[in-house]
């Protein structure tokens, strides 16, 4: 799943870019968040809410607790879906 949070003023900038499994483009103003689920769960996870996926993000870093207030509508979150196989060549 691909989502925003805001960027809190109060956050020190990050060296390298990355903390705690997050990583932050370019812009100042939010982080960019990959959250990782497994294939087939999107479903599942939306039966508990845009709280179930923000208690489960909070529950890997706490830190970011004052962000994922913003994340009020799964509207704000993308299924990006991706799949690791062996290619032979190109």
């Not at 607790?65 to 990006?80: G, M």
Request: net charge negative.
């Amino acid at each position: 799943m691909w989502f925003r949070l805001p960027h809190l003023p109060e956050e020190i900038d990050v060296p390298g870019g990355a903390f705690g499994g997050f990583a932050r483009g370019d812009r100042k103003d939010y982080w960019q968040v990959a959250f990782v689920i497994a294939k087939g769960s999107s479903q599942s996870l939306r039966t508990e809410g845009i709280e179930g996926l923000r208690r489960r993000i909070l529950e890997i870093e706490p830190r970011l607790a004052k962000n994922v207030e913003s994340l009020t509508d799964w509207h704000q979150v993308s299924l990006l879906s991706v799949e690791s196989s062996l290619c032979q060549g190109w």
